[in-house]
């Protein structure tokens, strides 16, 4: 599904900073490995019940750093082509899109994921996009075509909100006052009349 042009014009002007993007990977490189040490741990368990006598696995066994690594793509790359975050980038609000603002995409999500380990090469190098480019894009993103944007408007929303502060209450709102106001004036019953004499007609006796 493609981005509205409204919704693309708002995803280009917010692009992601550096602070946001590290505080997503924290959390997923730790969600990540969580995940998969606990699916490890489950099948050692089960496997010891089955031979019958205990069985670990070590960081070192190739078997065990292919299925990591694998994992680690499928990680990145469904969440990326699902719906452009990942468990991280939910939490803090950033999203991975085109370069025009629609969704990433299966194809981009999977260059983005091959291409994600080239940002580390040269002590991180490839993030010093995020830092001073115009569009805050690291190298994976360059090479995919894709930018990580925020997915609220902080900013809009700040400035609608001074601005009604400013203006003062709505003009329903006032009309309403100035009708209750109105209404209040008209319901104030009048005061009452002293009732007139009456006078007794008078009779004649002859």
Do not use: C
């Amino acid at each position: 599904m493609t981005a509205g042009p409204r919704e693309q014009a708002e995803l280009r002007g917010h692009f992601a900073g550096f602070v946001s993007r590290f505080a997503a990977y924290v959390v997923d490189a730790g969600t990540s490995t969580g995940i998969f040490m606990l699916v490890l741990a489950t099948v050692s368990f089960a496997a010891s019940v089955l031979v019958g006598h205990p069985i670990s696995w070590s960081k070192n066994d190739l078997l065990v750093a292919i299925v990591f690594w694998g994992w680690q793509f499928v990680y990145y790359a469904y969440s990326w082509a699902a719906n452009g975050k990942t468990f991280g980038m939910a939490l803090l609000g950033v999203r991975v899109v085109r370069a025009d603002g629609a969704n990433a995409g299966v194809r981009r999500a999977i260059i983005r994921t091959l291409a994600f380990p080239l940002s580390f090469l040269l002590f991180g190098l490839g993030f010093a996009g995020i830092l001073v480019g115009r569009d805050r894009r690291a190298l994976h993103d360059v090479i995919a075509g894709t930018a990580v944007v925020y997915t609220w408007d902080a900013r809009a929303a700040r400035l609608r909100f001074l601005d009604r502060d400013a203006s003062g209450p709505p003009p329903a709102a006032a009309a309403g006052l100035g009708t209750d106001a109105a209404g209040a004036a008209d319901a104030v019953p009048a005061p009452r009349t002293a009732p007139e004499p009456r006078t007794a007609p008078l009779s004649s006796d002859s």
